[in-house]
């Protein structure tokens, strides 16, 4: 399985971004995709998750309500909506992927994860 992100850039605060995920290579119809994301001097953290059917999502209190994560089955592709983004939003995003059921229980930890795309880098200016 093979992870592209793309999307990043540069946006003043308030603004809004759409990251997309495209997967490719082997998959399955079981697994779930998730967005985390890498601040300067911060650990990697969990920010949304999407079932295979894009049917249920989750995404982290911290972004609940200006950010939604949804799945295109056509194009393969995950994206990353987010909104009234802040300075705070700033950093590196990560799409990754597991070969698991979406289980709200099992989508946060980062070793839950099997396969990641290479970054992409969201900066906010305020």
């Known amino acids: 399985v093979q992870l592209q992100a793309s999307g990043g850039g540069l946006v003043q605060s308030g603004g809004s971004l759409r990251l997309s995920c495209e997967v490719s290579?082997?998959?399955?119809?079981?697994?779930?995709t998730a967005w985390f994301r890498q601040a300067p001097g911060k650990e990697r953290e969990f920010v949304a998750g999407?079932?295979?059917?894009?049917?249920?999502?989750y995404v982290t209190d911290s972004v609940k309500g200006r950010f939604i994560i949804s799945r295109d089955s056509a194009k393969s592709t995950v994206y990353l909506q987010m909104g009234s983004l802040g300075p705070e939003d700033t950093a590196v995003y990560y799409c990754?992927?597991?070969?698991?059921?979406?289980?709200?229980?099992?989508?946060?930890?980062?070793?839950?994860?099997?396969?990641w795309g290479q970054g992409t880098l969201v900066t906010v200016s305020s």
């Open positions: 990754a992927a597991n070969r698991r059921p979406f289980d709200t229980s099992r989508l946060v930890g980062r070793d839950l994860y099997d396969f």
């Open positions: 290579g082997r998959t399955f119809s079981s697994y779930t």
């Open positions: 999407v079932s295979w059917s894009g049917g249920s999502t």
